[in-house]
């Protein structure tokens, strides 16, 4: 499945090789050939193979191939040879490693976050007809928004993510009122398993988002596995994780937009014995397409003064997070909603 310049391989029983050029996908219903020089990404969703050879391939004409699991979950990335200039790299560590640094970016990070979220659920709330729905909804949009002022008083990254939590909790309160009237009801945000159809989208969302961002981040020979928010271990994407943060209000913006407009159902989710819910292989499909549609809207971004493709979002801040570590800029500028 094709979109774009991402190719996606959702079959379980899928085996991606490379021949003269191009990747050649193996399904029970046949073979697709792909060629190469039209690919960016490659996905491969749950028990999907690729070859050694097809790896090979990938990573010498700089696509980046990521394995998710159904869920959305990163399992790995693969891309080429650590791009960009060494001496970026070793601004990055020492920013990581320097606490007042890592706490002021941490800071911007999550301040974007709580501003983005709040005028999410603000736009929610204004597109609300009931009236005491609407005003729960902007109600929360207010305390989300006053939640951003403590953050210039935190001195630690645990009070950082104290303030980060406080206002999650808060948010993922006025998502289960956005859509108290739908045919897919949201409680609480829950993963590891996903509970309900809501969180099985936005767990898948995220993971989706995660990927981006830590191609941009990579692309740009940065570490992607360094993190400010999300401090560095071994296997995590951290860098990724909190670059998503600012991004996530636009996750969830998408899959309320799909509940709402009932592009998406019950029938598109099938739960699991020990209680997990997750996305059928056809439910999975019409969330990609979706989601590869919705990556062309534009929207405005603040410090460029111009409208951008959201695709292009990832790419945007992992370069101004560059420009800052080398000091370029004096803080990192973080991704606000204009409206």
């Not at 979109?3 to 046949?30: C, D, F, I, K, Q």
């Not at 973080?334 to 409206?339: G, K, M, Q």
Request: with cysteine; charged share 30%.
């Amino acid at each position: 499945m094709r979109y774009l310049n991402t190719v996606y391989v959702r079959e379980h029983r899928a085996r991606v090789a490379h021949r003269r050029g191009s990747l050649l996908v193996s399904l029970p219903s046949g073979k697709r050939r792909v060629p190469l020089e039209a690919v960016d990404a490659l996905v491969l969703l749950g028990g999907a193979q690729i070859t050694t050879q097809a790896v090979d391939a990938c990573v010498r004409r700089g696509v980046r191939v990521a394995a998710l699991t159904m869920k959305g979950a990163v399992r790995f990335v693969v891309g080429g040879a650590t791009s960009g200039n060494v001496h970026l790299r070793l601004a990055h560590y020492r920013a990581v490693e320097d606490e007042a640094h890592s706490l002021r970016i941490s800071k911007v990070i999550v301040a974007a976050k709580l501003q983005n979220s709040s005028r999410v659920v603000g736009r929610w709330g204004r597109d609300e007809r009931e009236t005491v729905r609407a005003d729960r909804l902007l109600r929360r949009a207010l305390q989300i928004r006053e939640r951003v002022a403590k953050l210039a008083d935190a001195s630690s990254p645990d009070q950082v993510r104290g303030i980060e939590g406080d206002a999650a909790r808060i948010y993922f309160r006025a998502l289960e009122i956005a859509l108290s009237t739908s045919n897919l009801r949201f409680r609480r945000r829950n993963r590891r398993p996903p509970r309900d159809p809501v969180n099985a989208m936005l767990g898948f969302c995220y993971g989706l988002l995660v990927t981006e961002l830590t191609g941009a981040v990579e692309g740009l020979g940065l570490d992607y596995q360094m993190g400010f928010l999300h401090r560095p271990r071994s296997g995590r994407p951290s860098l990724a994780l909190d670059l998503a943060e600012e991004l996530r209000a636009l996750a969830d913006r998408f899959v309320v937009g799909l509940v709402r407009r009932r592009q998406i159902g019950p029938g598109s989710f099938v739960e699991t014995p020990g209680g997990g819910v997750y996305l059928t292989d056809d439910g999975r499909q019409s969330l990609i397409e979706a989601w590869e549609r919705d990556k062309d809207r534009e929207l405005q971004h603040r410090l460029l003064r111009r409208r951008v493709e959201r695709w292009a979002l990832p790419l945007v801040q992992a370069t101004l997070l560059a420009r800052h570590l080398r000091g370029d800029l004096p803080a990192y500028p973080a991704y606000v909603l204009a409206s």
